[in-house]
């Protein structure tokens, strides 16, 4: 019995060694990860440790990072020990082509290939940099650019009867609709187009450097259309808010004045967009490039080289997600039908002084 113990013992110990020797064979490295995913039916991007009734894209990656042999187990438990960091956090169903997350791994051999086996085919790993020990995705990104695409019946006139399907966007409307979306170009305050941040909340105020909408195209005979917004960074909700309210104008529910007036103190109704069409496009690091990506030991983030996988993968898993759900469920058509209910006339305080009158 002794003698079985000892050499239990001696058996464990020799297992702890090859652990080691494989580490010490791999040490941990910092890396960043460009990924791609389809965000429909997840809970967005970030991971809620814990709570495993809301799946999230990092629920898949950390369990895919664990299973490859990439990092050990108790660092999908408590993601501070492999220094996690995603660039940006992604709503519920809102979908990547170039997401960015920095994390220490093992570099094992073929670390893509051996990650992706692990991934459902609609989450891809696409590429990998070596970065600098201190290097923080989401603090080290200076602007990052989404995009949203809808169908262009979204921007009809309220007053005209169309039919989806038939309807094609003409050049004044679009003219229209880049005209209003040139004028969140700049510093404003935000605080109308998130929840929980007040008009004197400094974080409100954000710097977007374009938005703009390009010119439509038909999938599925439908006739669909794609903004483009960069910005230094951006606020839950921020985004679709702010397309909403564009549309809110274009249609008629709105007028125009509403823009500037949604960056003043008092509290403005704004509608928010679907989830579905918004993508994250890119994130950029134009700072950490200038001072490290010439510096003989890290390369530049940049992913030219990736551009066509990204391509392929839009084609493959986001363009369809967004088409097919938009046919199926209808979110635009059925979003569009409430905007009657919005008040966009008056403030909050006028809002709620008529509620109590009608009480």
Not at 179 to 194: D, I, M, P, R
Not at 207 to 221: A, D, H, L, T
Not at 238 to 262: P, T
Not at 299 to 311: G, N
Request: aromatic share 8%.
């Amino acid at each position: 019995e002794k003698n079985g113990h000892q050499i239990k013992r001696l058996k464990r110990d020799a297992d702890e060694e090859d652990v080691e020797d494989q580490s010490k064979k791999t040490p941990k490295r910092k890396i960043v990860l460009l990924m791609a995913y389809s965000g429909k039916g997840y809970h967005g991007m970030q991971r809620n440790v814990g709570s495993s009734q809301f799946k999230t894209i990092e629920d898949d990656l950390v369990s895919a990072l664990v299973q490859s042999g990439c990092i050990p187990e108790n660092h999908g438990e408590d993601m501070k020990k492999m220094s996690f960091q995603r660039c940006a956090r992604t709503d519920k169903g809102v979908s990547a082509a170039g997401q960015i997350v920095s994390l220490k791994v093992r570099l094992i051999d073929d670390i893509l290939e051996k990650i992706n086996s692990h991934l459902p085919s609609h989450i891809r790993i696409l590429g990998l940099k070596r970065v600098t020990g201190g290097f923080n995705s989401k603090n080290k990104c200076d602007a990052r650019t989404y995009s949203y695409m809808l169908p262009t019946f979204a921007f009809a006139h309220k007053d005209h009867d169309v039919q989806e399907e038939v309807y094609r966007l003409d050049k004044e409307t679009l003219k229209k609709v880049n005209e209003l979306l040139a004028c969140y170009k700049g510093t404003h305050n935000f605080h109308n187009f998130t929840s929980q941040k007040g008009p004197k909340d400094p974080s409100a105020k954000r710097y977007i450097m374009e938005m703009y909408c390009g010119e439509p195209f038909v999938r599925e005979n439908i006739e669909f259309a794609v903004i483009k917004v960069k910005g230094q960074s951006f606020m839950m909700h921020q985004i679709r808010k702010m397309i909403g309210l564009v549309i809110a104008v274009v249609k008629g529910y709105a007028d125009e004045s509403i823009i500037e007036r949604s960056w003043g103190e008092e509290k403005v109704d704004v509608p928010k967009a679907p989830g579905l069409g918004l993508v994250l496009e890119r994130v950029h690091f134009e700072k950490y490039n200038r001072r490290f990506g010439n510096d003989g030991l890290h390369e530049p983030l940049e992913w030219t080289e990736e551009e066509e996988k990204i391509a392929v993968f839009k084609e493959q898993y986001i363009y369809p997600t967004i088409i097919n759900t938009e046919r199926e469920e209808r979110s635009m058509v059925n979003w569009l039908n409430t905007l009657s209910i919005h008040d966009f006339s008056s403030s909050a305080a006028g809002i709620q002084a008529n509620n109590k009158n009608s009480k």
